[in-house]
């Protein structure tokens, strides 16, 4: 029995080897000055469960609900306590709020299970029936008890829906995970798979202490794992690269797994991305062999090289309780005549924006793949009635681009509730557009449209034959038109009072070395960490924002600056550009937020300065695109930057414990309560008799040094019950 070394994230993150940066020449060549003008198995029992959604417990539904317009008001400034950085094992929140563990790893959803316990962890298959780990992207559905579908002003009842990004395998297990004569156990692929994944949970809260809590017997609650049926919808729905032999005609798939940032409709459902997805697959040394030259151009830029091993060797398990098709299906390899017998097209089966409804318990997820294949990691909709809708979206590589997908149709608002029908409408027919930011602060949206830009066969990077073949390589169809290569998108958020769109870039060890830098990606530097490791590039990231040039979700060019950019407080200020001082000094942003009242939630996945403080989440009033000046970065850059930050402004909101990422965050419509995910305390753990965090349980017993670490949704609330930062 051996243990399993531990993931690292960095071991996929850099596949972006096309040259495109220096073809601008060839961008030129493909879209004329004309050009730019004129185009101004698991989850059958949860189903049987919840087939007829009848009652759940008692929720009281409260007179706040119609009142909470009052504090819908954007505060003028912050005024919180800022929360000093800290080591500490516990999330730490301002003077006047409060913690409360809502949703750890292993929590039962039904009432038939016993909760998780650290000396006796449950079966993998009852994790069908628990939460899964690594929760992330998240967002608050509100419950009309009447009609049961999303009611946005109700406070007091809703569907909690999350992502399960990934596992912490060191304490998932009861030993942490295993390999058995070059296998993994059964038992422990069946766990992970649960865990991965999606949670949807029904929540109440109590109108007067603001108390949330789970509504552990109600038929909403239901997970999606790595397992569940999906079916496919839009542009490359029965394309010959989605066939496997699971679904010949390319039109379902099993599963979703590696759900990081997440997105949200207009119309009431969840959407879920899937992004380090391709780690999880197997490749034969000799696959290249049997494989046309168009598909290993395509298997690399997306980092599946022959010879890969998969992260968690779910390939290797042998089925005794589940198919033996379950665990195959992470072979990427041609073994038979045809695509519609093996699994070699399972990778392109992943990589996809996922629709999820929550108050549709009878129905598949949707894999949406009009809106494109790649590292998808958060996405966000730009909603004005009667305009097309714009959905931002990112995609998390070193060098990886930003992308847009606009819906031929217009928002009509009676759309609302309308389920997958309506997603059928808006997300299955539309364009798909990715960013290129020039040095003088303005902008293109490329348009990814066979036919165009030079995206047909006689494409020298790609022969695409067909939209689904753009989309399902849009990181190749993304090179040939010279999009800018970005210090690693993640989540995207629009502010609800100007439509301005606001994209996290976490950070880039690169950038300055293989990436030059350029004004939209301006800074390359060198941190020491501990004092002893030189960190090189973007260390701590930055946020962009951009501006449409008309104000419309349609427009192809748009304006941008640099809103704010990561740092520690002491650095010179040609690298702490936005003037961070140590009430809200941060690195490496990721989740980010604004709520209605446009209050903007930034949250870390920080590696860089965590010698001086655990990751956290920060609260931002910004201003708008263009309230700053230009700038020259240390390493002799122009860029353009956005006011300098106060912190009236920018404070620091919280701080989590060892070894986590904050993430994941979500409010009630009355402001009062907001969810932030704790993602895998203590990962950098050697043994599971080791941990080096305790949380939760040091939450509330800080001498706490025997419990697990375990990823789990907070809820906070004021002690007095009133609005959060309000
Ligand atoms: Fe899963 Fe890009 O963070
Ligand atoms: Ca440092
Ligand atoms: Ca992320
Ligand atoms: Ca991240």
Redesign the pocket.
Known sequence: MTEQMPYHEEQELNNNTSSNTHFNDILDHYISRRDLIKKTTNGAIALALASSVTGYANAQSTKSDQQHSSQTKRPEKLTFQPVAKNKKDIVTVPEGYQVNVLYKLGDAIHPAYADWDDQNIPSGPSFQFRSGDCHDGMHYFGLNKKTKHMDESVSSEGLLVMNHEYINPTFLHPKGPTKIDGHRPEDEVIRETNVHGVSIIHIKKDPITQHVSLIKDSLFNRRITATTPMDFSGVAKGSERLATVFSPKGLKTRGTHNNCGNGYTPWGTYLTTEENFIGYFQRNANDDQQRQAHEIVALKRYGLKAGSSSKYEWDTAIGHVQSQDLYDRWKANVTQSSASEDYRNSPNTFGWMVEIDPFDVKHNPVKRTSMGRFAHEDSACRVVEGEPLAFYMGD?SKGEYIYKFVSDAKWNVKDTNGGYQAGDKYLDKGTLYVAKFNQDGSGQWIELTYGKNGLDLTNPIYPFSDQADIVTFARLAADSVGATKMDRP?WCTVHPENGEVYVTL?NNSNRGIEYPTDAANPRSYEDLYADKKLQKGNVNGHIIRFKEKNNKTTDTTFEWDIYLFGAESAMPSNINLSGLTDNNDFSSP?GMWFDSRGVLWLET?DSAYTDVTNCMMLAALPGHVGDGTTATTSNGQETIVGAKVNDENLRRFLVGPKECEITGIAMTPDNKAIFVNIQHPGEESKSFDQPNSHWPATQFDPTNTTARPRSATIVITRTDGGTIAG
């Open positions: 998390d993640e976490t990721d996945d």
